[in-house]
Structure formats: C-alpha cells, structure tokens
C-alpha cells in the first residue's frame, strides 16, 4: 500500500505545482501590470495637475487684464493709471482657489495680498526676487511653506506708477492632495488584485480539472478495460486534449483488441500444424514404409506452418516505410501478366481477361501481383469447377480500379466487411479452403499502403466482385 500511495502523491503534488506555477505567472504578470499602471497613472496625475496650476495662474492674469479696460465700481470712470485701485478691485472681487494666493506690488513695494494662510509678503527673499521682475515672468520657488510656482505680470500706468501682479500656487498642498487620492487609488487597486487572484486559484483549479481527471483516467487504463474516457466540455485546448485523449484511446483500445484476437488465432493456427506433425511422428514406428505414408502429410503441413508465417511477417512488415518499392508501371502490360499468372491456379475455371487500362500508373508491381493473385486465389476456392472468373482494369479520373469477378458461392452482407479481418475464413457453412485467412488481409494491406483501398460487391449464390483501387500517382505523404 505504502508503495502505491507514493506515485500518486507526486502526481498530486506534480498537479498542484502545475496550478502554483500558472498562478504564480498569473499573479507576476497582474502585479506587474497593477505597478506599472499606478506608475503610469501618477506620473500622468501630476503633469495633468501641472497643466491645471498653469491654466489657472494664466486665467487669473487674463481676468486682471481684463479688469483693467472696465471701469472703476467706486468711481463708475475708467481705471486709467489708477493701478492701485485695478488692485483693490480685483482683490476684493476674486477669491483664490484652494493652495492659491494673489499678490500685488507698487513702485517696487509690496502694496496688498489675498487672504491666506502663507503670506509670502514675509519671506524677504522672496518679495526681493519679485520686486525686481521687469518682464512676465513664470517659474518655481521655494519658501517655507514649500515649493510655490508663480506667474509674475507687470503692470504700468500713463502716469508713471509700476505695479506688479503675482498669482502664486502652492505646489506641495495640490501634490498632496493628489497622493492621497493615489494611495486611495493604490488601496483599491490592491483589493482587487488580492480578488482576482483568490478567483483565479479555483479558476487555475476548475481549468487544469479536466488534466487530472485525464490523469486519474490513464492511471485507470488496463489491458483488461479500456472503457474509460473524459467527458469533454467546451472547444478550447483542454477539450480539444481531451478528445484527443479519448480518440488515442480510442486507436489504442481497436488495436489491443485486434492484437488480442490476432495472437489468439495465431496460436491456434499454427497450433494445429504442429498437433498434426506431432501426433503422426508419435505414432509413426520404424518401418521405413511408415516414414513414407507420414512424410507428404508432415511436409504438406510445414509448407502450410511456412505459408503462414511468411504471410505474417508480410503483415508485420506493411508497418515499415520500405514495405512499398515504387515504380512506373504499365497497366495494361501488368493486367496481361497476372492474366497469365492466375490461369495456371486451376485449369478447371474459365479465366477471362475483360477491358484494360492503357495507363501507367506508380505502384509495387510485386504487391499489386500479389494481391491481384490472392484476389484469384480467393475466387477459385469459392467457385465451382467450370464456372468463369473474370479479370479486367480501367482508368477512372484519377484512380485506377482492378476487378475480379467470379460466379461462385458468394457473401452475405454481414460477412462482407469482416472478410478482410485477419484469421477471417467466413462462417463455417461458407468455408470452401483450409487456408489461415490471411491472403484477403494481406489485399487490404497492400491496398491501403498504396493509398486506395479495396471493396467487395457481392450476392450470396451468385457470386462475387473484388475491386482494388488505387491512386494512379502512388501514396500521397501523410495519407
């Protein structure tokens, strides 16, 4: 038990690693992505927060600037010269935004300011920097309650008077403001992220299901049961593993069973030969005229053990990429000669040769005749003597058919796919030979290695009809 129970703990801990790992990417990938784009977002906040405190200064000098053409509300005149007046009304009718703050200056003094919490007026480095600007200037300092940046515009009147106006915007109390509202971003950017990847460890759980069940599933699979299979869901790669799965099983499951019956029923083919040779070599004494009664049933017996094994190995060789030696060659030539070949199996049935194909088509000669052989063997071992067997080809599109038809017992429709099964001789009411079984096989094979196929029409009492057909190019790659 011990020994069991560790095989199947590292494959759990294999499928959990599995799970780890893909949440590990998942999780990287998300933080990575979460960090960046907090990164991203902030630098974008503070150069979007830039060009508002620079639209802002510019406003409230655009709103100074037109003050200054209105007229005065104490007087109801035109402000003219009166720079200390455009001052007074402007501070007492606009009201700075929050970090913001007005300041003015007159012949080089500092005259009035907008209420706030930081007076600059106090910081005489300061007001020395401004008393001195001659020019619209814009730029950035640093006081004592933090970085300021400012817009400084002159302002001089016909009588002579210079006035300055300064909006200042306090740098630190809005970038303050705006990593609050980051951190609060970054909070709620952290929640999800912890979400996310909470779901996405069942999610990794509910995708990689189908891989353990496929591994429970294959752990299942014994020589005795191949029964199991994955249920399939959806159409992504996991379903589309699964049913490869299931279809390699299955292959796998056709084959085990086909090579079950096939040692099955070598076995017992070629026990029997053996059984015979053996019983009568027990029996046979030590007469010499013993040993000539027993000799043409042994050797009769070796030859059939030889006939089968040779037809075998073919089978076996039909794997091989070599099984096939491919050549031009002349249908109708060949037609003429397995004409020849197969009127010597029995004198007893009309051979006739019907249509054919004046073509040349890419084939193993030796197989083809092979085949075409085993076809007329087959015919002559379930006909009657005097009945016709008929051979013929023709060229049809792109393929080349050749037939045989005989007159004899023929095969039920049942029968019909079954027949060219290893080791399948019919039933036995229909057995006209002794044979294994293998030469229909054997057809098929080679019809199949040359990419066509092989068919059977046939009327039980009637008689029958073989067809091989084949490409006229040869295999095709992949076919």
């Known amino acids: ?45 503070l150069d979007q927060l ?41 501070l007492s009718r606009n009201v700075p935004l929050s970090g913001e703050a007005f300041y003015t200056f007159l012949n080089g003094d500092p005259y009035a300011s907008s209420i706030t919490p930081v007076q600059l007026f106090d910081e005489t480095e300061i007001v020395e920097t401004w008393s001195a600007i001659t020019q619209p200037t814009q730029a950035e300092i640093e006081s004592q309650g933090g970085r300021v940046r400012y817009l400084a ?51 990794a759980g509910r995708v990689l299901r189908p ?17 199991e299979r994955i249920p399939v869901t959806g159409d992504d790669e996991i379903a589309q593993l699964a049913c490869t799965y299931n279809e390699m099983l299955d292959r796998l499951e056709e084959a085990f069973t086909s090579q079950r019956r096939f040692i099955d029923d070598a076995s017992h083919e070629l026990r029997t030969p053996i059984t015979i040779v053996r019983g009568h070599l027990e029996v046979m004494g030590d007469d010499p005229a013993d040993w000539a009664d027993v000799k043409p049933l042994v050797m009769d017996e070796l030859d059939r053990m030889g006939r089968m094994v040779e037809d075998l190995l073919l089978l076996a060789r039909s794997e091989h990429p070599e099984f096939l030696d491919l050549h031009p060659i002349d ?9 020849g070949k ?30 075409l052989m085993n076809l007329a063997r087959n015919a002559v071992e379930h006909s009657d003597a005097g009945s016709h067997i008929i051979l013929g080809s023709a060229y049809e599109g792109s393929q080349v058919r050749f037939w045989i038809q005989d007159e004899g017992v023929g095969i039920p429709e049942e029968e019909q796919e079954r027949i060219f099964e290893r080791f399948s001789r019919g039933r036995p009411g229909m057995r006209r030979s002794e044979g294994a079984g293998l030469g229909l096989a054997i057809v098929k094979t080679i019809a199949e ?3 066509g196929r092989v068919a059977v029409e046939s009327v039980p009492q009637e008689g029958s009809v073989f067809r091989l057909v084949l490409p006229i190019d040869g295999p095709q790659e992949g076919r």
């Not at 510019?58 to 053409?69: D, G, N, W």
């Not at 007229?71 to 200390?84: H, M």
């Not at 249908?331 to 004409?339: I, K, P, Q």
């Not at 004046?358 to 005749?369: C, G, K």
Request: glycine share 6%.
């Open 211 to 227: 891989i353990r069940m496929l591994t429970e599933a294959a752990r299942r699979v014994e020589d005795t049961n191949w029964s």
């Open 50 to 90: 830039s060009d508002d405190i620079d639209h802002q200064l510019r406003q409230e000098v655009a709103e100074l600037e037109q003050l200054s053409t209105g007229r005065n509300p104490n007087t109801g005149e035109p402000f003219g010269g009166d720079i200390a007046a455009i001052f007074d009304t402007f």
């Open 449 to 451: 290695a040359h990419g």
């Open 331 to 339: 249908v109708h030539e060949l037609t003429h000669e397995v004409a």
């Open 153 to 203: 515009v002159p302002v001089l009147s016909e009588s002579g008077d210079q006035g300055l106006f300064v909006v200042a915007h306090h740098l630190d109390e809005a970038r303050s403001q705006l990593e609050r509202t980051f951190r609060t971003g970054a909070l709620v950017f952290g929640g999800v992220f912890a979400v996310v990847s909470v779901a996405s460890w069942f999610a």
């Open 342 to 371: 197969i009127s010597a199996l029995s004198a007893e049935r009309a051979w006739v040769l019907a249509e054919t194909a004046s073509v040349v088509m890419v084939a193993d000669r030796d197989r083809l005749t092979q085949a």
């Open 1 to 45: 038990m011990a020994a069991s129970r560790v095989p199947r703990r590292r494959e759990r801990r294999r499928a959990s690693s599995t799970r780890v790992r893909i949440l590990g990417w998942h999780i990287a990938i998300l933080g990575i992505s979460l960090v960046l784009s907090l990164v991203l977002l902030r630098s974008i906040l």
